[in-house]
């Protein structure tokens, strides 16, 4: 099973400013990898899929990079919305497998 | 519009059993492989049970193997998860979900069913 560890777990930001969260996995994933986007309540949002392309209707202020282990999601300058729980998720091999999150908060 | 809304979800005591239903609309609901996954409370979201567009394949995570069992109707547009022998750990809030093209890249979820396991 693919071991995927999502840092930090809380990251404080100021709004306007930006942030970058990061997620490494056990082991390559190519760049079979996504992030998603959760608000209470809410089920989760794809952000990005195959590592850096941006899912329909996504804004441009979110970016993503990476490939093999190491993956990173950028958000430019956040905006109010953006304040949530981001996961990353493997899709190279089964089980498919989820980070355990990274908070963003409003410093 | 996609919609996927699932339900029977509930309390259910250790041991006991459910079965969740998702009914799916707003795309060819026979042509799209369908997933289960679930989340724990302040957890990630958990990948539980896939299903190919024919019911051909079927994948479990070894959390849910041998004792939930994934199906669908395809002439209902309907996926369903059977859960047998259901403990505490498999409390969580369980939403179907689907892919827009991009196999296992969840773009379409459901509001998601609350299962409780407690006595």
């Known amino acids: 099973e693919v071991v995927v560890t999502q840092s930090p777990v809380t990251l404080s930001v100021s709004p306007g400013e930006g942030a970058t969260l990061f997620c490494r996995a056990s082991q390559s994933v190519s760049s079979n990898f996504a992030w998603y986007q959760q608000k209470p309540g809410r089920a989760p949002r794809l952000l990005i899929y195959?590592?850096?392309t941006g899912a329909p209707g996504v804004p441009a202020r979110f970016s993503g990079s990476g490939s093999g282990t190491e993956f990173t999601l950028t958000i430019s300058s956040l905006q109010s919305e953006d304040f949530a729980i981001y996961y990353c998720?493997?899709?190279?091999?089964?089980?498919?497998?989820f980070g355990g999150g990274t908070k963003v908060e409003i410093k | 519009e996609v919609q996927l809304v699932e339900s029977g979800g509930g309390l259910v005591q250790p041991g006991g059993s459910l079965r969740l239903s998702c009914v799916a609309s707003?795309?060819?609901?026979?042509?799209?492989?369908m997933t289960w996954l679930r989340q724990a409370p302040g957890k990630g979201p958990e990948w539980v049970s896939f299903i190919s567009a024919s019911s051909g394949t079927t994948f479990y995570a070894e959390s849910a193997k041998g004792r939930f069992t994934i199906s669908r109707d395809n002439s209902k547009n309907s996926l369903y998860l059977q859960m047998n022998s259901l403990r505490a750990e498999d409390t969580a809030i369980y939403y179907c979900?689907?892919?827009?093209?991009?196999?296992?890249?969840?773009?379409?979820w459901g509001q998601g069913t609350l299962v409780a396991v407690s006595s």
């Open positions: 998720q493997q899709y190279n091999s089964w089980p498919l497998t």
């Open positions: 195959g590592a850096s």
């Open positions: 979900a689907t892919p827009r093209d991009v196999p296992n890249v969840f773009d379409y």
């Open positions: 707003g795309f060819t609901f026979s042509d799209s492989a």
